[in-house]
T-cell receptor, first 115, second 114 residues
Framework: AQKVTQAQTEISVVEKEDVTLDCVYE???????LFWYKQPPSGELVFLIR??????QNEISGRYSWNFQKSTSSFNFTITASQVVDSAVYFC????????????FGAGTRLAVHP | GAVVSQHPSWVICKSGTSVKIECRSL??????MFWYRQFPKQSLMLMAT?????????EQGVEKDKFLINHASLTLSTLTVTSAHPEDSSFYIC??????????FGPGTRLTVL
């Protein structure tokens, strides 16, 4: 069965600090997709990234970067020089390639960035 | 880009009444619709999956007679919470999936049952 673990329930940082959000997943599929979403207080999910299991290249998008390591089944997310607007709940999610394309979410990490 | 809308964005109802939530895909055809529920400070939990024109498949522990899902067209799916009770108060989110694995979340509907 597929499972996503986000062990960090809450993280609090001061603005301009770097912060890494951890994500560990379990799946028996060889083909799968990993996602990160941001959920601000409004509740609407904001898509950040999608990565397929065959692409282990790390990705950088502005202040955001992602480190995908199949050997440790991890897909960690780093925010560099955090800002108050980054305060939100961040979810890591996993989708297997077959079946009903269910998207399974981790418990989420609540990030608070203080000025 | 593609957008999925939900209506209403929030609703308050009395215990025992039924509430219908609509999820529309505005510029793509959602062959599959997923419905999630999110309680405060918790993660999104998949409730059910529906394919257009077919009966929904419910996750374990979700009462199919209480949460009625209709997916009659490629652009509209509805979730009806029947005989709502305070414990049904939650944030309900739909996710539409179309061809080429396109997928988009709706903005969510906050249901409060008094």
């Amino acid at each position: 069965a597929q499972k996503v673990t986000q062990a960090q329930t809450e993280i609090s940082v001061v603005e301009k600090e770097d912060v890494t959000l951890d994500c560990v997943y379990e799946t028996r599929d060889t083909t799968y997709y990993l996602f990160w979403y941001k959920q601000p207080p409004s509740g609407e999910l904001v898509f950040l990234i999608r990565r397929n299991s065959f692409d282990e290249q790390n990705e950088i998008s502005g202040r955001y970067s992602w480190n995908f390591q199949k050997s440790t089944s991890s897909f960690n997310f780093t925010i560099t020089a955090s800002q108050v607007v980054d305060s939100a709940v961040y979810f890591c999610a996993l989708k297997e390639s077959g079946g009903y394309n269910k998207l399974i979410f981790g418990a989420g990490t609540r990030l608070a960035v203080h000025p | 880009g593609a957008v999925v809308s939900q209506h209403p964005s929030w609703v308050i109802c009395k215990s025992g009444t039924s509430v219908k939530i609509e999820c529309r895909s505005l510029d793509f055809q959602a062959t599959t619709m997923f419905w999630y529920r999110q309680f405060p400070k918790q993660s999104l939990m998949l409730m059910a999956t529906s394919n257009e024109g077919s009966k929904a498949t419910y996750e374990q522990g979700v009462e199919k007679d209480k949460f009625l899902i209709n997916h009659a067209s490629l652009t509209l799916s509805t979730l009806t919470v029947t005989s709502a009770h305070p414990e049904d108060s939650s944030f309900y989110i739909c996710r539409g999936q179309g061809i080429a694995d396109t997928q988009y979340f709706g903005p969510g509907t906050r249901l409060t049952v008094l």
